[in-house]
């Protein structure tokens, strides 16, 4: 479990990139489709040339084979886990103040534990009142954070939009793991292909392509600015590369559902180095007490989590 979850908190750190990143863009202009879409566009790049690098062309050829088999299941999880998630994410960007996408985010927690049932998953009651903790301690981090007056308006159009998303990417991430383990309700993809968390990265990156294709045709969006290619270029190789591989990597190496949960709720991490990010790139002020003690009360959550593994 201890592994698990530093696999987890260090996937957290990459992701945070996505935050602060998406702030900056949100900042400097740019339509949100090219920060979402591109991201995709550069993870698929960046995937096959790390593939190539560490597996050969011959194993890249066979990622891009079981992808073609399962091209339906690839699309579902792919659109719902990449495509509707990180699409969400950042129109709620556009829309509302960074700590809000951030504080809301962090229902991810409590609707990773929701999917896990949907997916018929069981786990004990504790591992609620575990999450609910860790989920206090980053909400008062980002009460402490958000201080001022509120535009309700920007609150709803960016906060709604996220706590979709805080559902579609457990989603995604547990019709993988199902598909792996044969030990759900989807079919089981018995390929060792499947242990490789870049290859993972890879199928779900390809099985979104569909979704932009269809969302650029509706929206019709104005080309990208070159700041925000780059930018965006980044937050796919820390954040989509780099992050969502760690955190894929310790999903699949859970064996129980209360492990699964543990690694979810691993990602409150990012609100706190995104803030940590903020202060240092972007000038935010300095935490108040009451984010000192949040940030204390998350890690407390976790180490909950490892005590209940170690006691069982």
């Known amino acids: 479990m201890v592994s698990l979850i530093l696999t987890g908190l260090l996937s957290g750190f990459f992701f945070s990139a996505t935050f602060v990143l998406n702030r900056l863009m949100s900042l400097e202009g740019g339509h949100w489709f090219w920060s979402a879409s591109l991201r995709y566009g550069f993870m698929i790049l960046?995937?096959?040339v790390l593939l190539m690098g560490l597996q050969g062309l011959s194993r890249t050829r066979g990622v891009i084979r079981l992808f073609f088999k399962h091209w339906i299941f690839w699309t579902l999880a792919g659109t719902v886990g990449f495509g509707f998630f990180y699409a969400l994410i950042c129109f709620g960007a556009d829309h509302a103040p960074g700590w809000v996408i951030a504080a809301t985010w962090q229902l991810t927690i409590i609707a990773s534990l929701v999917v896990l049932l949907g997916f018929g998953q069981r786990f004990p009651k504790k591992i609620w009142l575990f999450s609910l903790v860790i989920f206090s301690g980053v909400l008062m981090v980002n009460l402490d954070h958000g201080t001022?007056?509120?535009d309700w308006g920007q609150v709803l159009a960016g906060g709604l939009p996220v706590l979709v998303a805080a559902f579609c990417y457990p989603i995604g991430n547990q019709m993988v793991w199902e598909a792996k383990t044969g030990s759900g309700r989807l079919p089981r993809i018995d390929s060792p292909?499947?242990?490789?968390p870049f290859n993972k990265v890879l199928l779900l990156s390809l099985g979104s392509i569909p979704f932009w294709g269809v969302l650029f045709v509706i929206l019709m969006p104005p080309p990208p600015t070159g700041d925000q290619v780059m930018n965006t270029a980044l937050v796919a190789l820390l954040s989509g590369i780099?992050?969502?591989s760690l955190f894929l990597l310790a999903r699949g190496r859970a064996e129980?559902?209360?492990e699964l949960a543990a690694v979810d709720a691993t990602q409150s991490s990012e609100v706190i180095f995104a803030?940590?990010?903020?202060?240092?790139?972007l000038g935010a002020?300095?935490?108040g007490a009451q984010a000192i003690v949040g940030m204390?009360?998350?890690?407390?959550?976790?180490a909950f989590f490892i005590r209940f593994q170690e006691s069982h």
Do not use: C, K, Y
């Open 46 to 48: 960046f995937s096959l």
């Open 148 to 150: 001022g007056s509120l």
């Open 193 to 196: 292909l499947m242990d490789n």
């Open 242 to 244: 780099v992050a969502t």
């Open 256 to 258: 129980r559902p209360h």
């Open 275 to 281: 803030l940590v990010g903020e202060m240092v790139i």
């Open 285 to 287: 002020p300095l935490p």
């Open 296 to 302: 204390g009360i998350v890690f407390i959550g976790l």
